[in-house]
């Protein structure tokens, strides 16, 4: 008798940074647990890579407000201009 063993699909850092960058286009503005919802641990720690890329692109801003609080996204193109020394 063999085993039976259950395979989860796994979500690809590139679906994932998709899916994130369309919804954030779309609401403009979110926080990353009302995007993460109630997915599977792997899916979050996929989901906040997929964040971590879309901020080093340039295409959202995020923000967070206290240690262990929510992440607040934005996208890139409504955010409030960032002045500064250059």
């Known amino acids: 008798v063999l085993p039976k063993v259950e395979v989860k699909k796994i979500v690809s850092l590139e679906e994932m940074i998709d899916k994130m960058a369309a919804r954030i286009q779309s609401a403009f503005k ?5 995007f993460s919802g109630k997915k599977e641990r792997g ?5 906040f890579l997929a964040l971590l ?3 080093k692109q340039g295409i959202i ?4 407000e206290s240690r262990h609080g929510d992440i607040a996204l934005e ?3 409504v955010s ?3 002045y500064g020394p250059n």
Do not use: D, G, R
């Not at 979110?30 to 009302?34: A, D, P, V």
């Not at 899916?43 to 989901?47: D, G, K, L, M, Q």
């Open 43 to 47: 899916e979050i720690i996929v989901s």
């Open 30 to 34: 979110m926080s990353f647990k009302e």
């Open 75 to 77: 996208s890139q193109s």
């Open 53 to 55: 890329e879309l901020v």
């Open 61 to 64: 801003n995020a923000e967070q």
């Open 80 to 82: 409030t201009p960032k």
